[in-house]
């Protein structure tokens, strides 16, 4: 059997904390609401363990804090929605972040009220300045499974095309922002590593299969 990554011991952290979490947001019954507690204590210990710089009961704390009743407390993926913007040139639109320097497409939180196809929209334009129609989707991952990030999250991206708009970047959220070919990509950049192959397959009219997780055999080690 495989050796346990910090990865699978968060993974299991916030999958048991969702189990948690959810069940304390639809139950009364004060003796499965002990037993609810009691696995968000071990989650929280989980969790820390893999990530030392964190402290096991402020993350108790805070996942107690946000807890919910009913529908509201049923714990889900976030869900993140980017677009991969492609211009004349058959260059593409991307972002480098400020908090990390990383390269990017534009990509950020769903907002309520909008389509996923709209935030795409939104956020290629606060990002970067540039208006985009949406063409199509490209795919949607898993983050946590992916290995980009620590919460558990879905992320959607749309292929779009630029319609107009000038190269402004977010004075708070991007360093530089830019179009770029496909042999000269910036560094370091992030993206699945079949991302950009699918999105210049788009970008040229190329069929292509739009790329999801495939379901595992085994999701939990046995």
Not at 44 to 51: G, K, M, N, P, Y
Not at 83 to 90: C, I, R
Not at 174 to 179: E, L, M, Y
Request: proline share 4%.
């Amino acid at each position: 059997m495989d050796r346990v990554t910090a990865a699978d011991l968060i993974r299991w952290s916030e999958s048991l904390a969702g189990v948690a979490r959810t069940g304390l947001g639809f139950t009364q019954n004060l003796y499965e609401r002990e037993r609810f507690e009691e696995i968000l204590h071990i989650a929280a210990d989980i969790r820390a363990a893999s990530e030392h710089e964190l402290d096991a009961g402020e993350l108790l704390t805070e996942w107690m804090r946000i807890i919910g009743d009913g529908v509201a407390g049923y714990v889900t993926p976030k869900i993140a929605v980017g677009a991969v913007v492609s211009n004349d040139a058959g260059e593409i639109l991307l972002i480098q972040r400020s908090d990390s320097g990383v390269w990017l497409y534009p990509t950020g939180w769903a907002d309520v009220g909008y389509s996923p196809a709209e935030v795409a929209v939104k956020e290629v334009r606060e990002e970067t300045g540039i208006e985009c129609e949406i063409r199509g989707l490209l795919g949607v991952l898993d983050g946590m499974r992916r290995g980009f990030t620590k919460v558990p999250l879905y992320s959607v991206v749309f292929h779009g095309v630029a319609t107009g708009g000038e190269l402004t970047g977010h004075p708070l959220e991007t360093r530089d922002v830019g179009f770029f070919r496909r042999d000269a990509l910036p560094t370091p950049i992030a993206g699945s590593e079949n991302v950009w192959d699918v999105a210049f397959a788009a970008i040229a009219g190329e069929p292509f299969d739009v790329f999801y997780d495939r379901p595992r055999d085994e999701i939990w080690r046995t």
